[in-house]
């Protein structure tokens, strides 16, 4: 579930400092953005877990609400809201892969590598990959395994599949200069899971390769090699050239997520996108870009949920899934979008410190905590059965665990790697990546942007951006929040524990 998915502590530089300082509110205004991802996350660990120890209190929840599918789709709506801020804020596609390729990859690494020594030790799975190496390895490049002939390695990488897919439609889309038309986009992908979602082939290229000798790998090589190379295109060059690559990998991921997902439902994916641009639309018309008035926003959202709701029920109904997933579908969406709004409703209301310090920590919460309760599942002993308090020590101790190694990742891995990235992607920021706007271009005001999404998705999941220098104090911050002036940061309920977090499931 969502990487992937990352937005840390974000700010706005206003063009005139003394109007940041005069505009600084008292506290971060998007720390409420921390705080869903961190709940999103716990949601998606209760789902997991449930499975395993308080199955009775999950058989009572899940009769209306399917806890993980509600947590990623928060994760979306998240991604989706910062994502598109950190891209137009660098102005750069270089800045933007530069400090994606840092967040996102070296903890994903790490629960790769932890997945493959918990399997050795007999105590994981990495769910058939031994069997297929080059292949896995090939679909695992890009983070597209649920989109490629790879398993998802840890399992919720499914969702990172999607957030790398925005990624791409994102820069593409920016390098036209075309990327402001969020709400034409939610409602294209919002209908298209209405009208195509009965009809789109699942795993459709897939399938196709395994009648064929090394076709697995031959089609996860193909894909690979069109969006890398898109992507170096994209950040090398300029103009029309820049714009090209961008399309080329840009349109390999959209055919990807049409026609080639390996989960879980044909219309899931058109769904997951207009989620995604949802989030954009909001953080537009949050923003007060020119173009987006509140009302109108508000009829497009609700048109979105509508649709997608509508598009799960429907076809689920078509495809004889039970009555009680078209009402987990229908309460997860619309519960997710209600939650997105309640936080922003609450956005300039101050966030408990520990709130906004496990939505730092949660996309290593989000990729380890399966590692934790594969280890758990080996164990038989713990299988026997146990009175309900007792299950529910047991999952609190779990919990404890995934915290605790969370923690230790993000302190050791994460939060190095994102400065790293910070200061390389500031570097290459103003050059290379064709079109778009520059970085000091306004959005929606006299203002920059700045923004990092949550990769996981993401995720994914799922942020990282470029480091920002405090108006007020001339420090230098771990992350950026869109929409809290520069000069403020210092003096955010969360600035104590920034440094960006995962904004994917």
């Avoid at 502590?9 to 109007?19: H, R, V």
């Avoid at 597209?144 to 790398?164: A, C, I, K, Q, R």
Wanted: net charge positive; charged share 10%; aromatic share 10%.
């Amino acid at each position: 579930m969502p990487g992937a998915v990352t937005s840390g502590e974000m700010s706005e530089t206003l063009a005139n400092p003394k109007t940041a300082n005069a505009a600084a509110p008292k506290h971060s205004r998007l720390a409420w953005l921390d705080a869903l991802r961190g709940f999103a996350a716990l949601c998606v660990v209760f789902d997991h877990g449930s499975t395993l120890m308080l199955e009775p209190v999950r058989d009572f929840l899940y009769r209306w609400l399917d806890l993980g599918e509600y947590g990623v789709f928060v994760f979306f709506l998240i991604s989706g809201y910062i994502i598109p801020a950190s891209l137009e804020r660098k102005g750069s596609v270089r800045g933007f892969w530069t400090s994606r390729l840092f967040r996102l990859y070296p903890m994903y690494a790490v629960a790769l590598a932890l997945a493959a020594v918990a399997y050795h030790a007999g105590h994981g799975t990495i769910r058939g990959a031994e069997h297929q190496p080059v292949q896995s390895v090939l679909a695992w490049l890009l983070m597209l395994p649920n989109l490629l002939t790879g398993p998802n390695v840890p399992n919720v990488t499914w969702t990172l599949s999607y957030e790398m897919v925005f990624y791409l439609l994102l820069v593409a889309l920016f390098s036209w200069g075309v990327h402001r038309r969020s709400g034409w986009y939610a409602t294209t992908f919002a209908v298209a899971a209405v009208a195509l979602g009965g009809v789109l082939p699942m795993a459709f290229l897939t399938r196709w390769a395994a009648h064929a000798d090394g076709g697995g790998v031959a089609l996860n090589a193909v894909a690979d090699a069109l969006i890398l190379g898109g992507i170096v295109l994209a950040v090398s060059s300029r103009s029309v050239a820049a714009r090209v690559g961008a399309s080329v990998a840009g349109l390999t991921a959209l055919v990807l997520v049409m026609v080639n997902q390996g989960s879980p439902s044909p219309w899931e994916g058109s769904v997951i996108l207009a989620l995604m641009f949802t989030g954009t639309l909001i953080y537009r018309a949050q923003q007060r870009q020119p173009g987006f008035s509140r009302p109108v926003t508000a009829a497009i959202v609700v048109g979105v949920l509508a649709l997608t709701t509508f598009a799960g029920v429907w076809h689920g109904g078509q495809d004889h899934l039970s009555r009680q997933w078209q009402i987990q579908w229908a309460t997860s969406i619309l519960l997710a979008g209600a939650t997105f709004g309640l936080g922003l409703a609450a956005s300039h209301r101050k966030v408990p410190r520990w709130c906004a310090w496990l939505g730092m920590i949660s996309f290593s919460v989000y990729l380890l905590h399966p590692l934790v309760f594969d280890a758990y599942r080996s164990v038989p002993a713990l299988h026997r059965p146990h009175p309900l308090p007792v299950q529910g020590l047991m999952f609190a101790g779990c919990v404890a665990v995934i915290i605790g190694l969370s923690t230790v990742t993000y302190y050791l891995v994460e939060r190095p790697m994102q400065r790293l990235g910070r200061r390389l992607s500031g570097r290459g920021s103003g050059s290379g990546g064709g079109g778009g706007e520059p970085a000091a271009v306004a959005v929606g005001s006299s203002v920059e942007q700045a923004g990092q999404p949550a990769d996981y998705a993401t995720g994914a999941a799922a942020g990282s951006g470029s480091a920002v220098t405090d108006a007020g104090s001339g420090r230098e911050t771990d992350s950026e929040r869109p929409g809290a002036p520069t000069a403020a940061r210092s003096a955010s309920s969360s600035s104590a524990v920034a440094g960006g977090s995962g904004a994917s499931p």
